[in-house]
């Protein structure tokens, strides 16, 4: 695993963008995040891990497994969207009552840690697509697109591309509409491919890295 091999992708990135990381189910996401804070911790930028729904102890396990070394995780803040199990620095839990989330509450909860453009990992948000009806489903991604612009962070949604595909009703299409930049996470015969699919700089536009 190449410590910088991201770095090409993810510096480029603007404050307020909002960025959709598509991977296949085959594919070593955990890695990426893995990449994603060793990149923002070497370069000084504060990050924040959104955790929905129990991924993040998933992640760290499998991690773990694999023989890698997570106290750079361990010690990232973590804010917890459902689920009960708290790894990582736990700074707040927002509850998924009757599939809604409050974002009010969660916007206090950030609060606590904001500090200058903040690099916000987002991940299992596509485990939502599996519990939510469609008007909360669209209620959701509203929300989501409402944060677009927020200069104050950089987010990383990192989802299970199979999962949000076989969801009826073009979410996921919705989505990548919203999303500023989308980047594609896929197996290949060169290594694991990060590639730029959707991008305002048109130089970046289809640059692809191996991060395995």
Request: charged fraction near 25%; aromatic fraction near 8%.
């Amino acid at each position: 695993m190449e410590p910088n091999s991201v770095e090409e992708l993810l510096s480029p990135l603007r404050p307020g963008e909002t960025v959709l990381v598509e991977y296949s189910p085959d594919s070593p996401v955990e890695l990426l995040l893995l990449l994603i804070a060793e990149w923002a911790t070497s370069a000084g930028k504060p990050i924040l891990v959104d955790d929905v729904l129990d991924t993040y102890p998933e992640f760290i396990a499998r991690l773990r497994t694999l023989g890698f070394d997570v106290s750079n995780l361990l010690d990232l803040p973590v804010v917890k969207i459902g689920g009960s199990k708290n790894v990582g620095n736990v700074i707040g839990t927002v509850d998924v009552d009757r599939h809604s989330i409050d974002f009010r509450y969660y916007e206090m909860v950030y609060s606590k840690v904001r500090d200058g453009v903040m690099i916000n990992p987002v991940i299992g948000f596509h485990k939502l697509f599996m519990v939510l009806t469609d008007r909360e489903l669209f209620r959701l991604i509203r929300n989501v697109a409402g944060f677009v612009g927020k200069e104050d962070r950089i987010a990383l949604y990192l989802m299970n591309s199979d999962v949000v595909e076989s969801r009826p009703g073009g979410f996921g299409a919705l989505l990548r509409e919203i999303a500023t930049t989308v980047l594609g996470l896929y197996p290949t015969e060169r290594g694991y491919i990060l590639g730029v699919v959707k991008t305002s700089r048109r130089e970046l536009l289809g640059k692809e890295v191996v991060i395995l």
